[in-house]
């Protein structure tokens, strides 16, 4: 009897070999794709520039407010006529991250980025900036590189997003989790 052969992306493998592993820019973008975020690449600050006035024009947010805390974003909100201090009620949350976590397309921040709130006090509509040296593997591997850059003590407010659209099924699972419309801008770095 021949042993089964299992179909992978239009190859044919035997039952004996190994599975085939996704690099980790490549996971990252399909489950970050999966759990319903926006991913944008660029390869250039310009193309990043672009792309942002792009989302600005898609969900009508000129000369709104946003949420920040991160002062290299002020330039580009001040170009846009967003105001951003002394904000009540944003209609956007930008910010940088810590790391892009591979296996399960979440976002790691810390309280460089969101300060002391919690994943569901952020707004809904959120804008990220991150560059491809940033992804991980790993949640570990993120906390890792979170030591390295920051050393100790470590930062306070770890913590990770991965909920970008609606579940199908609101179940006890789901409870204090409050999807966010997420658009990423990677800027391509290595």
Known sequence: MS?????HEGEERGQYLPEQV????ELFTVNFKDNGGKFLYCDTFEDIKETFVNILIENDWFETDALTYENQFHTLLKDNNI???TVTSPAFFIASCESLIADDGSILFCDRQIKDLKANNLPTNIIIFAKTSQITRSKSDGLR???RKYGSPLPSNITAINCFKQAANQDFLNYGRSPKNLYLLLLEDL
Do not use: M, R
């Not at 042993?3 to 179909?7: E, L, N």
């Not at 996704?22 to 820019?25: A, E, F, G, R």
């Open 3 to 7: 042993p089964t052969v299992q179909k």
């Open 22 to 25: 996704l690099p980790v820019d």
């Open 83 to 85: 105001t951003f201090d």
């Open 145 to 147: 590189e979170i030591k």
